[in-house]
């Protein structure tokens, strides 16, 4: 009775093992482009997503193609801190994330907040560093 119960459990844990969801390969990072100014560049007002382009229109550009780089920048993003109450990022540069099914993820980053889909995080300093390499 003890080894069909044992079978039982290892074949349970197998079954749902088996079912858990595949990764789309759509959804796989192909490349990241930075847009950004100077990080510590101070207006008199804050600057939002929408009207970086318009205010820096000339912006410095570095993008990431390569496994590894592309990998550097999304282990940053996956354990982001969410920000608190009420901030906003004050926005110095842009992050598109372009995935192999041609989706493109916009972070709009400011040097203490950053908006990814829609929710506010603490900007990582070593995603500063990062941009300014």
Do not use: W
């Amino acid at each position: 009775m003890k080894k069909l119960s044992t079978a039982a459990i290892l074949l349970t844990i197998f079954a749902f093992s088996a079912c858990k969801p595949k990764a789309n390969p759509a959804d796989a990072v192909k490349s990241i482009k930075f847009k950004f100014t100077e990080l510590g560049r101070e207006t008199q007002f804050r600057i939002t997503c929408d009207k970086f382009d318009y205010y820096f229109p000339e912006g410095k550009v570095k993008n990431f193609t390569s496994a590894t780089g592309i990998d550097s920048v999304m282990n940053l993003l996956t354990g982001l801190k969410l920000a608190g109450e009420g901030i906003q990022p004050d926005v110095r540069g842009k992050i598109y994330i372009t995935h192999a099914g041609k989706a493109v993820d916009t972070l709009c980053v400011g040097v203490k907040a950053l908006d990814y889909k829609g929710t506010t995080y603490e900007t990582p300093q070593e995603l500063l560093v990062l941009i300014q390499k």
